[in-house]
């Protein structure tokens, strides 16, 4: 079975950092285009940010110049680092992706269970 785990949330104060991992486990050989997507309370999910297999990145512009988005593609891992974080990025934090199997089928749209972060004034 294969699935998107995320790690890394945490309670954290105003201005600081956070560093968010999403491990695509299971029987796959890889990973392609990734993102991560949030979903504060009573909000709906929005981007974050994405990369593409060629390495191309786009960012909401809520989090432009402060989140960076990064993959091991060795690892099958996606990362998120954010840094001056605000109160307004309290949220549950979604890995989403495509992956290829190990049987060379594409899975595409998969979601992982989420992680919190939330940043206190």
């Known amino acids: 079975q294969v699935q998107l785990v995320e790690s890394g949330g945490d309670l954290v104060q105003a201005g600081g950092s956070l560093g968010l991992s999403c491990v695509a486990s299971?029987?796959?050989?890889?990973?392609?285009?990734m993102a991560w997507y949030r979903q504060a309370p009573g909000k709906q999910r929005e981007l974050v940010a994405r990369?593409?297999?060629?390495?191309?990145?786009n960012y909401a512009d809520s989090v432009k110049g402060r989140f960076t988005i990064a993959r091991n593609d060795i690892k099958n891992t996606v990362y998120l680092q954010m840094n001056s974080l605000k109160p307004e990025d309290t949220a549950i934090y979604y890995c989403?992706?495509?992956?290829?199997?190990?049987?060379?089928?594409?899975?595409?749209?998969?979601w992982g269970q989420g992680t919190q972060v939330t940043v206190s004034s």
């Open positions: 990369i593409t297999s060629a390495l191309q990145t």
């Open positions: 299971g029987s796959i050989s890889s990973i392609r285009d």
């Open positions: 989403h992706g495509d992956t290829i199997t190990l049987r060379g089928d594409l899975l595409d749209n998969l």
